[in-house]
C-alpha cells in the first residue's frame, strides 16, 4: 500500500507505540546486571572441627556440653594467630545463612577459604557449600590464597596444638617422624594423610565445581592459556583446556613450571568474573633444582609485588579481558587473595619509620607500581582478602584513571563480616560491610577451653591467656577479645620496639598528652577537658588503634565517641611535638582514623568517585 500523508497521520500513534516497546526493552537489556547482588566471603580459614579421617578412626575429643567429638584447636593456639580456627566454622555457616535470607545467588570466596589446604578441611567446605548450593541454589566462585594451596605441591605436615584429652595439646601429623615428643605429658600423635597440605592439584580434584573448572550451563568460561575466543566457545573445549596441566607457567629463575589456575567466567549473560591466582612461589635458594619438591618453594603471602616479576602473563590476560568485557558491554567483577593497594590508609612510610621495615605485616603492603600496571591492564574495582581488615583504598593517576581496591574483612577475626555488591548499573556499584555478630553455637566449645585453662594452670605456665575471653556473649565481641589477646601475647612482642612500648605501656591519657607540652601549666592553657584522658591507658590506645585498623570505621561502634574525640586531640597535639616516636604514632593513629569510606559506600566507575551512605558519625 502506498504510504499517503493521511496514512502516515493514522499510523503515528501505533509506530510510537511500538517504538517506545523497543526502547523499553533495550533499556531493559541494558539493565539486565542491575541490582544482582554478589557477596563476597574471604579468609573464611575453615577447619572442619567435625570432619573425620578416611585413614584413622580418631574422632577429636568429645564436647560435654554437645555429646559431639571435635577437632578443635587449643585456645592457647588461636589466640596467638591473627585468625582463628574453631569458632569461625560456625561464623561460615551463619553468614551462609545471611547470605541465602537476602537472596543472594553469587557467593565469591577470595581464597583462605581453608585451614592450610588439608584433605579433611578442604572436604568439609566441599561439603557445606554443596549443601547451600543445592538448598539455595547459588552460585560459588572461588579462587586460591596462600593457605590453599600453601606450596604449589602436596606436603607431608601437621599441628602439634589440636585439643586433646584433659586439655592437653593433641599432635596430628601426616607421618609419625615429623613429630618429636618434647615432655612427659605430650599424648601419643595421631597420624593421618588427610592433615597433610593439599597442592594445587589435590584442591582442584576438591573444588572443580566452583569457578575453576568450567560447566555446562556456564555462558563462557577461559584461563590465561586457553586459544579459543568468545565466538568460537565450546563447553567440551574448554573442559579439556581446563585441566591443570594445560594451566602452568614458568618461573623466570628455574623455568620450573608451576599451576597458575586464574579464570574469567560468564555464569549469566553479560556478568563476568575474573578471578586472579596471584600466589607466587618464589624458589629458595640453593634450592632450584627442577624438580616438585614442595621444600624448594618459599610461600605466597607476598601476593602483587612478586606477581609483577613472575606472573607477566597475568597482566596481557588481564588487560585482553578488561578489553573484551568493555567491548562486549559486560560487568566486569575482578577479585583475588591479595590487596592491589596500600591497605593503611596510607600510613605505610610512617609505620616503617616506626616499628620497621619487616614488622606490622609491611613487607605485604603492595608497591606503588603495582595499582599503576594494573590500572593500565584495565582494572577499576578489585576486592581483595588476606589481611582481615575492613578498607578500601583508592590510586589516582595522571591519565585521569583510578584504581579502587576493597579489602574484604575476615569471618575468622575483628571485625567478622562479609562484603555485599548491589550492581546499580553498569559503573555503578554500591558496597555494604556485614558483621556477622549473632552466631549460633559459636560459645558451644567453651567447656572444651576451661578444661585447656585447668591444665595449663596446674602446670604453672608463665603465660596463659584470659580466661575471661570465656564470658564472651556474642561472636562479636568473642573475636574482639581474640584482638586483644593477640595484640597482649604476640603483637607487642614481636612488632613493637621495646623503648616506644614502654612508653605507651606505663602511660596514661593524660601522660601521654602532658608529652606534647613543656609542662602541665602550659597544658591546663590548652582548654582541653583532662577528665577525658585519665581514664584510660596507652594500652587502651594501642587495643584501639588495632580495632581501628581492623574495621575501619566499623570500630567506632565498640570506641566510645568522648575516647575517640580525646585521641584525636591528642593525635593533633603529638603532632605538634619534638617527641620523634609519638609523632610519627599520632600521624598513624589518624591516618588510621581518616580513611576512605570502607563500610557503606557507593562507587561511580565513571567520575571514579566514592559515596558514603549511612555514615556512622
Known amino acids: 500500500m502506498k504510504m499517503t500523508k493521511n496514512n502516515f497521520s493514522n499510523a503515528l500513534p501505533g509506530l510510537l507505540v511500538l517504538l517506545f516497546i523497543l526502547t523499553a526493552c533495550h533499556k531493559k537489556n541494558d539493565n539486565k546486571e542491575a541490582n544482582i547482588k554478589i557477596a563476597f566471603l574471604s579468609d573464611v580459614h575453615l577447619g572442619d572441627i567435625y570432619g573425620s579421617f578416611q585413614d584413622n578412626d580418631y574422632n577429636g575429643v568429645l564436647n560435654p556440653l554437645t555429646g559431639k567429638y571435635t577437632l578443635a584447636r587449643t585456645m592457647g593456639a588461636q589466640l596467638k594467630s591473627t585468625r582463628l580456627f574453631n569458632e569461625n566454622y560456625f561464623a561460615f555457616l551463619a553468614a ?37 548450593r543445592e538448598k539455595y541454589d547459588i552460585q560459588f566462585i572461588t579462587t586460591t590464597g596462600n593457605h590453599d594451596p600453601v606450596k604449589p605441591f602436596y606436603q607431608d605436615a601437621g599441628k602439634i596444638d589440636f585439643l586433646g584429652i584433659g586439655g ?21 600423635p595421631v597420624i593421618t594423610e588427610d ?7 589435590g584442591v582442584l580434584n576438591e573444588l572443580k565445581d566452583f569457578g575453576f573448572f568450567p560447566k555446562k550451563n556456564d555462558v563462557y568460561w577461559e584461563t590465561p592459556f586457553t586459544n579459543y575466543s568468545y565466538k568460537n566457545y565450546d563447553f567440551k573445549e574448554a573442559e579439556k583446556q581446563a585441566e591443570i596441566t594445560n594451566r602452568t607457567y614458568k618461573l623466570p629463575e628455574t623455568q620450573q613450571t608451576i599451576p597458575d589456575v586464574s579464570y574469567l567466567v560468564e555464569p549469566a549473560d553479560n556478568l563476568w568474573f575474573l578471578a586472579i591466582d596471584a600466589n607466587v612461589y618464589v624458589p629458595k635458594e640453593m634450592l632450584n633444582e627442577n624438580n616438585n619438591n614442595p621444600e624448594n618453594f618459599n610461600g605466597a603471602s607476598i601476593g602483587y609485588n612478586n606477581v609483577l616479576t613472575h606472573k607477566v602473563h597475568l ?34 612510610s610512617e609505620m616503617k619509620a616506626l616499628f620497621g621495615a619487616n614488622k606490622m605485616q609491611l613487607h605485604r ?15 577499576k574495582v578489585h576486592f581483595g582478602g588476606h589481611m582481615h581488615i575492613n578498607d578500601t583504598g583508592i590510586r589516582n593517576f595522571k591519565n585521569g584513571k583510578s584504581l579502587i581496591n576493597i579489602q574484604i574483612p575476615s569471618l575468622a577475626a575483628y571485625i567478622p563480616g562479609y562484603k555485599l555488591l548491589t550492581l546499580k548499573s553498569h559503573s555503578n556499584f554500591e558496597v555494604e560491610t556485614i558483621v556477622i555478630d549473632a552466631v549460633p553455637n559459636f560459645n558451644s566449645l567453651f567447656p572444651l577451653y576451661k578444661q585447656e585453662h585447668e591444665y595449663l594452670s596446674s602446670k604453672n605456665n608463665a603465660v596463659i591467656w584470659n580466661k575471661d575471653v570465656l564470658k564472651a556473649k556474642t561472636y562479636k565481641e568473642f573475636t574482639t577479645w581474640h584482638l586483644e589477646e593477640l595484640v597482649r601475647l604476640r603483637f607487642l612482642k614481636s612488632d613493637w620496639p621495646e623503648a616506644f612500648k614502654k612508653v605507651m605501656l606505663n602511660a596514661t591519657g593524660k601522660d601521654l598528652l602532658l608529652k606534647a607540652f613543656k609542662n602541665e601549666a602550659e597544658l591546663n592553657k590548652q582548654n582541653l577537658s583532662l577528665v577525658s584522658f585519665e581514664n584510660w591507658t596507652g594500652l587502651d590506645m594501642i587495643n584501639d588503634f588495632y580495632k581501628l585498623r581492623s574495621a575501619d570505621k566499623l570500630a567506632f561502634t565498640d570506641i566510645k565517641k568522648p575516647r575517640l574525640k580525646a585521641y584525636k586531640e591528642l593525635c593533633n597535639s603529638l603532632k605538634k611535638s619534638n617527641h620523634k616516636e609519638l609523632k610519627l ?21 565513571e567520575s571514579y568517585t566514592i559515596t558514603t551512605v549511612n555514615p556512622l558519625y
Do not use: C
Not at 593433641?170 to 615432655?183: M, V
Not at 592433615?195 to 592439584?201: M, P, R
Not at 560487568?331 to 590508609?345: A, E, G, K, W
Open 168 to 188: 592437653k595439646s593433641q599432635a596430628i601429623f601426616s607421618k609419625r617422624e615429623l613429630f618429636t615428643q618434647k615432655t612427659e605429658d605430650d599424648l601419643e
Open 365 to 379: 603492603v603492595p608497591n606503588h607500581t603495582v595499582a599503576q600496571a594494573l590500572s593500565e591492564a584495565g582494572v
Open 315 to 348: 597482566l596481557k590476560w588481564i588487560k585482553s579481558v578488561t578489553k573484551r568485557a568493555n567491548d562486549l558491554g559486560k560487568t566486569l567483577i575482578v577479585f583475588s587473595h591479595y590487596p592491589m593497594v596500600d591497605f593503611n590508609d596510607d600510613a605505610t
Open 195 to 201: 592433615i597433610a597440605k593439599l597442592g594445587y592439584q
Open 96 to 132: 551462609l545463612d545471611d547470605v541465602a535470607k537476602r537472596g543472594v545467588k553469587y557467593v565469591v570466596l577470595p581464597g583462605d577459604f581453608s585451614d592450610d589446604g588439608q584433605l579433611i578441611n578442604i572436604r568439609g567446605l566441599k561439603r557445606i557449600l554443596n549443601s547451600y
Open 585 to 605: 604514632w599520632a600521624t598513624i593513629f589518624l591516618k588510621t582514623m581518616n580513611g576512605k569510606p570502607a563500610n557503606h559506600f557507593k562507587i561511580d566507575l
